[in-house]
């Protein structure tokens, strides 16, 4: 049975029905990226990175190949705290376009969970990337933090295709 | 918003299906101009690979981080942190959209310092043949 897509909220004059064939998997979704871990200790529970002023720190990255007429979904997921308010935000990544940026992370301890995800058409080779950017004039330190079983960044990436 | 970095190619048909069509160079990803937009977060909807620029969506921030009465702000300790009212969320739109609209594109490249945006003709060739149209949308 042919699947029917009304795209978006756009007024019945301009809607367009797309019926593909079928959706089939194309990435599996269920595998994060590397974990996030300590650059000096190693350890993934506890992070500590010091950013440069107006740069950005990749805290997750994960590298696909995706099918020609693939539709793709990341989400990447921090749990962060700035050493400052106002000064990092969260940016997420898919096919070498910048598609969202969070607010300002809270200082606070303990740290926050942030998510952001999003959907992207990508096709053959594409990275999907969760960064840290540190919007001050001076090095900060961004705290990044795991341990008994959830970890401290990753992203996670799957998609369909039509078929 | 006037965006930057490197794009690679458009796809038609990935336009028709996300509204944006736009496939950006891993090491230069195509983004908005280096502007700081203040306390809120954004989401891309779509490209305009002819005037250079991106239509996002602005959210404000749920939350505000607050500096102490005389507090340092290189300490960590003296930051707070709480639920933004209604009128700070107003104030933080207000600041987002007075970045922009006070100036320019050509101003604001000069005040970000990000370069012009790259496009290979084939690129915009294509876009303007057949520019994306509304795609999947998240119902929140």
């Not at chain 1, 992203?155 to 369909?160: C, E, F, K, R």
């Not at chain 2, 796809?11 to 950006?24: F, L, R």
């Amino acid at each position: 049975m042919p699947l029917d897509f009304t795209k978006g909220s756009v007024s019945q004059d301009f809607a367009e029905k797309v019926t593909p064939g079928a959706l089939a998997e194309d990435v599996e979704g269920d595998t994060l990226s590397a974990i996030a871990t300590d650059a000096d200790t190693g350890n993934d529970d506890h992070i500590k990175s010091n950013v440069a002023a107006d740069a950005e720190l990749s805290l997750a990255l994960k590298n696909l190949n995706f099918d020609a007429s693939s539709i793709a979904f990341s989400a990447g997921f921090a749990c962060a705290a700035g050493n400052a308010g106002n000064i990092f935000k969260l940016r997420l990544y898919m096919g070498g376009l910048q598609m969202q940026e969070s607010a300002f992370l809270e200082n606070q301890s303990p740290a926050l969970t942030y998510v952001l995800r999003d959907f992207k058409a990508l096709s053959g080779s594409q990275n999907c990337e969760l960064k840290a950017h540190n919007s001050s004039g001076g090095f900060v330190t961004l705290w990044l933090y795991g341990g008994n079983g959830p970890v401290a960044a990753a992203i996670a990436v799957g998609s369909v295709k039509l078929v | 918003m006037p965006i930057t970095g490197r794009v690679l190619d458009y796809d038609p048909k990935a336009g028709q299906i996300d509204g944006i069509g736009v496939d950006g160079d891993n090491n230069d990803p195509v983004k908005i101009i280096n502007i700081s937009l203040g306390n809120v977060s954004w989401r891309l909807v779509t490209i305009d690979l002819v005037d250079d620029l991106a239509e996002i969506e602005v959210s404000p921030g749920e939350r505000i981080n607050i500096l102490k009465d005389g507090g340092n702000p290189d300490n960590p300790e003296d930051w707070i942190s709480r639920p933004a009212t209604d009128e700070e969320k107003q104030g933080f739109l207000d600041y987002a959209r007075d970045a922009i609209e006070k100036h320019t594109k050509d101003e604001l490249y000069d005040i970000s310092g990000s370069k012009r945006l790259v496009k290979p003709v084939e690129a915009v060739n294509a876009y303007i043949e057949k520019p994306p149209k509304l795609g999947l949308r998240f119902t929140e």
